[in-house]
């Protein structure tokens, strides 16, 4: 593939990040040499700015190290819409032999990737043994001669409220998609991608239709204690929060394929706007007060 250094937010953020660790690392080691030996190689600031450059120069650099997706297999889930629909077609441009699993693989999203070349359409509802049995032997008998390169855990499923809005069997559901079924897709296609010596992805979809079916679900004496004025403006909120970023797909595609085509993948990739990179760098790290105070 073709090398560019990587200036989108999250590549950026990424460099600077690591490269204030290694500076700060740097720092350190000269200060550290100072008092134990007496090498004043370097004072404590100029080590930190010189190591902070470098280490964030190495960053880019590593990011610009890429493989080809040529002949590898990708196994990709939740395919019907969305990214991973988008995601099928961009790997199998890139060459890739792509395994897109369908909640239905009757359904229209399947159909047109059925007329592409390169991916092949598996019926795969990741809480289903049989189903993801039934995946495996498929692509088992149809990898490519490079085996199974990657996976990416697109499915997902998810709802929202208070824990007293929230059934159970919603809370069940919820666990069942998004944590079992991505650790039963893990755990039967891990072999594959063990024989290919490759690199796997784990990663982990309307409100408010949603949001009218759990009200009706919601016990009439927490329906009380909440109020509808109350559960209607926490939809609103979520509906807001859901729609104002931006309706560009391809920041999260471009980072899906490259964690697949790194050379030296990293642990995360997070491609977001700057406002939700900063307010989720102020939830974990600052006190919650300031978070409330800053962002909602």
Not at 25 to 50: K, Y
């Amino acid at each position: 593939m073709r090398a560019h250094i990587d200036l989108s937010l999250d590549g950026v953020y990424r460099a600077v990040v690591r490269g204030l660790q290694f500076g700060l690392g740097t720092a350190l080691i000269f200060w550290l040499l100072d008092i134990v030996f007496c090498l004043s190689l370097f004072s404590f600031c100029p080590a930190f700015v010189l190591g902070t450059l470098l280490g964030a120069a190495y960053i880019f650099y590593q990011d610009t190290l890429k493989i080809s997706l040529e002949g590898k297999g990708v196994l990709v889930t939740g395919c019907d819409t969305g990214f991973g629909h988008s995601l099928a077609f961009q790997l199998a441009d890139l060459g890739a032999v792509v395994f897109a699993g369908c909640l239905t693989s009757q359904g229209g999203g399947a159909e047109k990737l059925k007329s592409y070349r390169n991916i092949h359409v598996l019926q795969l509802d990741i809480t289903s043994d049989e189903e993801v049995t039934a995946a495996l032997n498929y692509v088992s008998q149809n990898l490519p001669a490079q085996g199974l390169w990657g996976i990416v855990n697109n499915a997902g499923w998810s709802t929202f409220g208070h824990v007293e809005w929230v059934p159970i069997s919603l809370c069940c559901r919820s666990l069942e998609v998004n944590i079992w079924g991505m650790m039963r897709i893990i755990r039967t296609f891990l072999p594959l991608i063990r024989q290919s010596k490759a690199t796997g992805i784990f990663t982990p979809s309307s409100v408010r239709r949603d949001a009218e079916a759990l009200w009706k679900q919601i016990p009439e004496s927490v329906q009380v204690a909440y109020t509808k004025e109350y559960f209607d403006g926490f939809t609103n909120n979520m509906i807001k929060y859901s729609t104002s970023g931006s309706t560009d797909k391809q920041p999260v595609l471009d980072a899906l394929i490259n964690a697949l085509v790194h050379q030296y993948p990293h642990p995360r990739y997070q491609p977001m706007e700057l406002y939700f990179k900063l307010s989720v760098w102020v939830n974990t790290h600052l006190p919650e007060w300031v978070f409330e105070t800053l962002f909602t």
